[in-house]
Nanobody, 117 residues
Framework: QVQLVESGGGLVQPGGSLRLSCVASGFVFSWYVMSWYRQAPGKERELVAGISRAGSSTNYADSVKGRFTISRDNARNTMYLEMSGLKPEDTAVYYC??????????WGQGTQVTVSS
């Protein structure tokens, strides 16, 4: 049974930091390209950051470059998103995504991140 479980979200003040985790099970984690997406109320889901299978290549949305860092630990079947310099516009539900080819595309249930004073 495929599972992606996100954690680490919460309420943080502007300028603060959070670390999100995504623990995977039920598939060969190292085969999958992993990504973080987010969806704010009333907006479409958007790609935040992605990381290649071995972790050697990453990409980021322009809005988070220099503030967020994506990483993965294939031995622990876990992906991370280090977020710093958080802004109110970063408020959203953050989702973990695993993709391998066209048919294998999995999502977590999401974790809420709220940036507010």
């Amino acid at each position: 049974q495929v599972q992606l479980v996100e954690s680490g979200g919460g309420l943080v003040q502007p300028g603060g930091s959070l670390r999100l985790s995504c623990v995977a099970s039920g598939f060969v984690f190292s085969w999958y390209v992993m990504s973080w997406y987010r969806q704010a109320p009333g907006k479409e889901r958007e790609l935040v950051a992605g990381i290649s299978r071995a972790g050697s290549s990453t990409n980021y949305a322009d809005s988070v470059k220099g503030r967020f860092t994506i990483s993965r630990d294939n031995a622990r079947n876990t992906m991370y998103l280090e977020m710093s310099g958080l802004k109110p516009e970063d408020t959203a539900v953050y989702y973990c995504n695993a993709k391998f080819g066209v048919e294998n595309d999995y999502w977590g249930q999401g974790t809420q991140v709220t940036v507010s004073s």
